[in-house]
């Protein structure tokens, strides 16, 4: 799908769930990753993730589509858009919109890698585990306030 069919899709989606016509652009943006779809405040358009459409397929973005048409239409009409204003979430339920997108399986595969270094506190001995590599020096204890340690954990091996 390019991105003319993804506007008359859009267009088509909000005469037939709103009631009212999309005048900006729909796009699509291959950089949104954790993200369905965008609404641009200043200009009014709406970006949608490519990778949502291919995993997911078109219910699932069809929903993206009027969770960000629910943004583009409330804001239009100098309502509520932000998510936690209740004109948004009304509007959002009686449309049929998604309040969330689905994780990527490569976002979810990178969610369950194991933990690979741990920080011990040299003065109460509490443990913090992460996935990343960080600068110990640069952080402290959250409960004592003390130095912390890097340690590299072997979990890899085995």
């Known amino acids: 799908m390019d991105n003319d069919s993804l506007q008359r ?9 709103f009631g009212r016509p999309f005048l900006h652009r729909a796009t699509f943006n291959g950089r949104l990753k954790a993200t369905g779809g965008r609404y641009f405040t200043r200009s009014h358009d709406i970006e949608i993730s490519p990778h949502q459409l291919a995993v997911f397929g078109e219910d699932e973005t069809e929903k993206i589509i009027k969770h960000e048409l629910c943004h583009y239409h409330l804001h239009l009409l100098g309502r509520g858009y932000r998510h936690r204003d209740a004109d948004f979430k009304t509007l959002l339920a009686q449309v049929g919109g998604s309040r969330y997108c689905g ?7 990178r969610k369950q890698q194991p933990y690979r270094y741990k920080l011990l506190c040299l003065a109460c001995g509490t443990e913090y585990l992460r996935k990343r590599k960080i600068d110990p020096a640069r952080y402290a204890c959250g409960k004592c306030r003390g130095k912390l340690k890097l340690i590299m954990l072997d979990r890899d091996k085995g």
């Open 9 to 17: 899709w859009v267009e088509e989606v909000s005469l037939a769930s």
């Open 103 to 109: 994780t990527l399986p490569e976002r979810l595969a």
